[in-house]
Nanobody, 125 residues
Framework: QLQLVESGGGLVHPGESLRLSCTASGFALDNYAIGWFRQAPGKEREGVSCISNSGGATNYADSVKGRFTVSRDNANNTVYLQMDSLKPEDTAVYYC??????????????????WGQGTQVEVSS
């Protein structure tokens, strides 16, 4: 079965950290650029970050720049999103998506080859 699975979400206080994982099964993740997206209740899905298939290039939305770091371990078929200094406005369901094209990843296109099922992140005092 070809799928992406996110994990690592949870409930944290403002200022705390979480690390999300996105693991592929059934296919090699190193053929894909991986994008992280999030969707808060009542809001449109937002592109958060993107990492190239080799990990040599990354980009971030302005809202998370300096606080979130994306990385990947292709040997373990996993991409990570380290989220530091979390804010209540970071509360959302976070998804990862696999794009064959770096350009499609960078523009946060919803036209991905694979999507994960999402993991909930809640930041609340």
């Amino acid at each position: 079965q070809l799928q992406l699975v996110e994990s690592g979400g949870g409930l944290v206080h403002p200022g705390e950290s979480l690390r999300l994982s996105c693991t592929a099964s059934g296919f090699a993740l190193d053929n894909y650029a991986i994008g992280w997206f999030r969707q808060a209740p009542g809001k449109e899905r937002e592109g958060v970050s993107c990492i190239s298939n080799s990990g040599g290039a990354t980009n971030y939305a302005d809202s998370v720049k300096g606080r979130f770091t994306v990385s990947r371990d292709n040997a373990n078929n996993t991409v990570y999103l380290q989220m530091d200094s979390l804010k209540p406005e970071d509360t959302a369901v976070y998804y990862c998506a696999a794009h064959r094209s770096w350009v499609m990843c960078v523009i946060h296109s919803p036209r991905a080859d694979y999507w994960g099922q999402g993991t909930q992140v809640e930041v609340s005092s």
